[in-house]
């Protein structure tokens, strides 16, 4: 059986529409038609999505289409390793913490996204929750406006925020307001004034 069937088998068996999927894996409908169809694979990412929502492994999902592959070649040893990587690259996805929240918009501006967004349950920064963007939101940001727990920009919000204006428990910065707060015009419980 096709992955295509097996998606729409498991789709039914759950008592979801297209629609019901698509809402809760963030695509379209027109993306799980596809999928259906055999138009098109999911991303890595949402075939992981898709194993945790039905119960199924990752493996049950795409095995046929390798199973064909490895009659084809006659190499189960590329099926293994196939195997180890998507095992390796699933508990990436699901971290020690849980999953991530990524998004980069497409706009460019001095060569740096206009939005990029990123959350993770990392203690530390990582590709996953570290957002660089003319506007930056996530765990860890660097941005001209830029929101998150440790958040350095021109404009900074965050617990930790350094920049020419920065507001957070710890600031940093020309104009800083916050608990502790090192600046030129600050305001806070611990102030320390530069000049």
Known sequence: MEFSEKLSDLRKKAGLSQEQLADRLGVTRQS?????????????VKL??????FGVSVDYLVKDHMAE????????????????????LASDYRGSWGPYYRYTSKTRLLGLPLVSI??????????????????????FSVGVV????????????????AGAMALGMVSIGWAAAGVSVVGVHAAGMAVSKLL
């Open 118 to 139: 990123r959350f993770g349950r990392d203690r530390h920064p990582s590709q996953n929750n570290l957002a660089v963007g003319i506007i930056a939101i996530g765990n």
């Open 69 to 88: 592959q490895e009659q084809a070649s006659g190499n189960s040893s590329d099926t293994a390793r196939l195997e180890q990587k998507l095992d390796a």
């Open 146 to 161: 830029s929101i998150g727990l440790i958040s350095a920009g021109v404009f900074s919000l965050g617990m930790i925020a």
């Open 32 to 44: 799980v038609s596809k999928w259906e169809s055999g138009a098109a694979m999911p991303e890595l």
């Open 48 to 53: 992981i999505a898709l194993s945790e929502l």
